[in-house]
């Protein structure tokens, strides 16, 4: 008479957790950062049309690494979820708590009740009338939900891209010295420095001085001359230690 087959929950928790941080791994990197006008988003993305990086409403926006179709269908979800929250109620109530608690229900349900987790990790940004009240939520395959403050990477070599990250960061640094920092970062992903132009990043910002939808993409000419000015306000700036506030982790 045979046995029956028997895998404890806690082994099927940790085979799927095991499963979804490598194939999240397996991408390339994304940072969020703070600086001084907003919240500053830079992925590792060759293509010009499949977006790591979105607006998904007036002052929220959201970032992602993974399999692009999982993380996709949570834009989606997410613009329409904030889209009819927004016209039952007022468009103030749409928040970035609020978007990061729905992808959370929607993540746990996913990694308990299903075979298969879905290889995502994403950000939730809401950019706020002063830096104390932006707000980063990171939010895992299995729906944790972690507060972020100052800066985050994720996807790809994280651990790397985070250490070179901690190098350069400035709290509360000009847009080009923090988009020096993220490029920076990115290019140490694989342990090496390499050299990465406009047309392998992506790069948005949500602007606090800029009305009524805060979202914008900068890309094409400006980011090449950003970039640029981002390079040299990184020589002509040198790394100095890190803060101690500092938190873990188109036109």
Known sequence: ??????????????????????????????????????????????????????ELYDRV????????????NLRLAGVRFADMHGYTYDRSDVTGQMLANAYAQTLGAVFTDSNKPWEVEIVVGEVGETSDTDQIYRITFDGSVVDEHDFLAMGGSAERVTTALRERYVKGAPLAEALDAAVHALAHENGEQRELEAASLEVAVLERSRPHRKFR???????????????????????????????????
């Open 1 to 54: 008479m045979s046995m029956p087959f028997y895998v404890s929950p806690e082994q099927i928790m940790k085979d799927k957790a095991d499963y979804a941080r490598k194939g999240i791994a397996r991408g390339r990197s994304a940072v969020v950062l703070q600086y001084d006008g907003g919240i500053l988003f830079v992925a590792d993305n060759m293509s010009r049309t499949l977006h790591k990086i979105s």
């Open 217 to 251: 993409r900068i890309q094409g000419d400006r980011l090449v001359r950003m970039l640029e000015g981002a390079r040299a306000a990184g020589k002509g700036s040198p790394a100095g230690p890190r803060s101690p506030e500092g938190g873990a982790g188109a036109d």
């Open 61 to 72: 926006a959201f970032a992602a690494v993974g399999r692009y179709n999982e993380f996709e």
